[in-house]
């Protein structure tokens, strides 16, 4: 697919996403080397510079993890080339490890870690601010205010690790990755780097007796972040602008063009402090700024990271200007600022108006659409295998694991076929955990290819040598489904489109030891309950493979092969109206009353043929459209 | 332009929403009016809701509408669209809805269908807003999103982006062009 602001010939202004802008300002750089774990809103940055990676001579993947990402991006710094890794908020609490070496060690080439935070948590299942994570590597952090800014950040970013040998995070929110304005493009550069690798950049040597090498290295880490912030001021990222008043705004990142969108709502005028660097923070900017205030609100996304800062900085300068935000409860904390929001807060701060806060009940009734799984996905086979199997078995009381992958809608109504859903692939170690604990009922373990490479095998290795008594079930269908059917090591297929050989669960698991193991396809529903059934009475761990491709994959693959639309259809002659087809929960099945003869939506039918499967009454059939 | 023009785009499944926004955008900048769009997805999944908010002519940057702003709501779906306008849109708004009904698994599973489609409608009327329904069912495959927009472009005349740039953006998408006309004709 053709992404304008990513063509060679680009000029002008172009209509963009944030993550493309971002994805842009790398390709200006001339990246080299691109690694990343989907998550939203970074994914598109990646698939942008993928989409021109044969043309560009880059080298763009998909890893296995993001701290595999980081580590990939940090070996070809390392070699002198401009590198780029991607992740969301939640990826980059996975990377602090390897961050936080390679902050240490330090690169030659110009190295990026561009993080994007989903504050409000649209479609993740928690906050978290990667500003905090980044700032204890002692890294220099960005946060673009505009997509603009965010191309010319990032394109800056990759000459300014090589002037400070250390990676430089750039961190943006979906209010701005999310959105497509206007961006202006420049022309890439391309400097021919030599192949040189430099293993220890730093030549830190951690261990040699008598030396304090890592702590010489956490000062210079901080000195060298001063430096930053010189290199950083000549940009012109940040700035004050003066306004009447003794209530000054800091507004940081994308909360400056909000701010200011709103003040002119609301006929508030004050001095404004636009903070855009958030590590290092311009401590003479603040000072300066400070200086003749009494009070300043602080509007940033995510945590009170700037606001707690800010006040630490007005305390060592003994400056008497009092800090408002998040903590003093002047904004709510967590969650997203809106203009309406920010709106509110300066009324308050402003004209002594009360805070008239968001009607956040009425914004959830907005997404009262239940989340559920594509119609005929492999998922649904295996929830509705483990309810009933475990109906059977053991009055249906077990407990079930999952990661964040689509195995999490197990856990929604109505079907609320598992127990938990957590970080990706940490269902298996947590059932082991339940498991170890002694619990009385069944124990299960459910983990996407995307968790399991992720995170499930090293799980699923401790598994194998601690004995821990679990089914672990891996859901095998060649994609990260819920973050937009990127590959991963099962697909066959990689970032860039190439054919490439799947990875062996089967294999895989055999190698870690486990004895038992069965591969079903979760689409045949008593097949997977005799194999659920099997599992239990095998030795532990066992693991089934339910090997499935994502529905949506499948139905694409279908339709460039020219097949034909094919849907289930109900014979109203031949139904008994029993219901039984309802106990899939397929969003395709749908019943007027619990007396009627369902219908089902050829729109939304795959014609995976479950329902057929259970039809009491052999009333269903499978039917071209 | 003068007033800048808010659009919030509604609907179930993702792509038909962002696209629809997109082509919208693009038609915008075709002739030289300021625009942003945000989309707003919550799951990847066939029928996960989605919003687009669109602000046409508006200086700086705010992408999200701000509740009860909203000059129109383009609902793809009746439920999704209704609540979305009963949050969202202005006293005196534009709220174009697809009338056939997409059931939430809630809904699929309770065997009955959420009747605030039809009493926010209602309670729109009542609000002096102007409500448009147009049935896109007809249209098979990809293009109900720009069936919708003829009609919405039909109902909304004030909207400022013209017919024509819509057509233009799509030049070379026969279906979706087809689709256009097809709503624009209906909505007459
Ligand atoms: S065949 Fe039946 S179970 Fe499968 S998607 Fe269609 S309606 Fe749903
Ligand atoms: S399972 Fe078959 S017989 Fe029973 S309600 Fe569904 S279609 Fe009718």
Redesign the pocket.
Known sequence: MQIPIMQANAAGSVLAYGYEAVARGALEADVKVVSGFPGTPSTGALEALASVAGERGIHVEWATNERVALETAWGAAMDGQRAMCTMNHLGMNVVMDALKYCANYGVTGGMVVFVGDDVGANTSAIESDSRVLACSADVPVLTPCSAEEARRMTRRAFSLSEELGCPVVVRSVCQLMMARTLVDVEVPETVSRPSDFAPNPRRVVMFEPGTMAAVTIHRFLHENLSRAGGLLEEQGYDAAFPGPGSTGIIACGVSYPLVKAAMVRCGVEAPVLKLSVMNPLNERLITGFAASLDRILVFEEGEAYAEEKIQAILGRSRLPASVLGRLSGELPFGGELFVGEIESALRAVYKGERWKAADAAAQDRLFERDLTLC??CGH?GLFYALRKAMEEVNGGRYLAFSDAGCAFMGILAPAKSITSATNMGGGISFACGAADAGSEVPVFALCGDGGFLHGGVSALAGAVFNRSNIVAVLLDNAALGNTGLQPTGCTGRNAVGQEVPRVDLEGLCRSLGIVHQQTVDPLRLEDTMAAIKTALKAPKPAVIIARQPCVLNRLKAEKQAGHPVR??AVDPAACRRCGK?GE?Y????VREGKEAVPS?RAD?????????ELCSGGA?G?KEV | MGKPFYLRICGVGGQGSVHLAGTLAAAAVREGISVSVIDRPRSAMRLGPITCDLCLGQEGFAPFIVPGEADAVLGQEPLDGVLNAAYYLKKGGTLVLQSEATPSIGEAVACGMDERRTAWKEKMLRWGCQVVEADASAITGTGRNYYMLGVFLRACPWFPISAAAVEEELAGQAKNLQCLREGMRAAV
């Open positions: 119609g005929g649904m849907t289930a087809c899939l397929c969003t395709a099945i089902i939304l039918c795959s014609a995976c043929g479950m329902c057929v269903i499978i």
